[in-house]
């Protein structure tokens, strides 16, 4: 995902709740629960920054390294990608 912009897919609506944040995607009826990092990263994927720019502002609000952060947050790029709650912009 590196390069791509990841963006929430328009089939998913997200409900905050106290210590995470909720998926619905209402095409399959499923839902989804990120926790705090997750949600984070779920926050930041508005389709104008790719992985990287993602992980180093993962990276300064945690203050943890970059290389963990980026691992992280790939992690839960593709486990969103899996469930195609998000999709990446190309352009």
């Known amino acids: 995902m590196h390069g791509n912009r990841p963006i929430p897919s328009r089939r998913v609506?997200?409900?905050e709740s106290k210590d995470s944040l909720i998926l619905l995607d209402v095409e399959s009826g499923e839902y989804y629960t990120l926790n705090?990092?997750?949600a984070a990263v779920w926050r930041l994927c508005d389709g104008?920054?790719?992985a990287?720019?993602?992980?180093l502002?993962?990276?300064e609000s945690y203050e943890?390294?970059?290389?963990?952060a980026l691992s992280d947050v790939t992690d839960i790029l593709g486990q969103l990608a899996d469930e195609s709650l998000v999709s990446v912009d190309l352009s």
């Open 64 to 68: 943890i390294d970059i290389a963990d």
């Open 52 to 55: 990287d720019e993602i992980a």
């Open 36 to 38: 705090e990092t997750g």
């Open 57 to 59: 502002r993962i990276s």
């Open 48 to 50: 104008t920054r790719d």
């Open 13 to 15: 609506i997200a409900k």
